[in-house]
């Protein structure tokens, strides 16, 4: 598997970024997201930009939205985690890409940036109940992977412990 380099995702993400038209929006995304600086909350950035951090949360939404339909996503990265998600099942972690790529903790914005404005996956922030999980987007919608965590949070608590996949299946049957 290729392993990226902290060049090649700086060269990636500043092309996606060059689609939008406002430095503000291109900071926005920057700050929040960690790259090439420490991510930023909403009301940082928003004291920061004399805004406030509602309006940085639009801010960061209506970028992010241009970017998954404006950029070019068709790049040796979003091959590489396309291959990895087909060999997993159409849905992995952050830590298990990162390992599989090489990609480290300094690298690991930059990856979750392209990820986020690629429409080919469906990301989702790390939450009480899981980790940053990814998925394909044509197999898997931001719904569909909520459902099938928490039919298997819910299959782990009934059991006591790991579930065989056939009380999943019950479980799952009936929560729909």
Known sequence: MKEFSS??????????????????????????SGINVAPQTLEQIGQDL?????????????????LRDKAE??????????????K???VLSTDTLGGEMGINSTLEPYAVFLIKI?????????NDNHGR??????????????????TLV??????GKPAKFKSIHQIGRAHV
Request: aromatic letters at 4%.
């Open 154 to 159: 819910e299959a782990v608590k009934t059991n």
């Open 7 to 32: 060049n090649s995702l700086n060269i990636l993400v500043d092309s996606a970024l060059s689609n939008l038209k406002k430095d503000r929006d291109r900071e926005v995304l920057r700050r929040r």
């Open 118 to 126: 690629n429409p080919q996956f469906v990301y989702l922030e790390r």
């Open 50 to 66: 004399s805004i406030t951090r509602e309006r940085v949360r639009q801010i960061e939404k209506a970028a992010l939205q241009k």
């Open 88 to 90: 997993r099942g159409g």
């Open 73 to 86: 996503h068709k790049n040796e990265f979003s091959d590489s985690v396309l291959l990895i998600m087909t």
């Open 133 to 150: 999980i990814i998925a394909d987007s044509k197999t898997f919608d931001e719904n569909k992977i909520r459902k099938l965590h928490d």
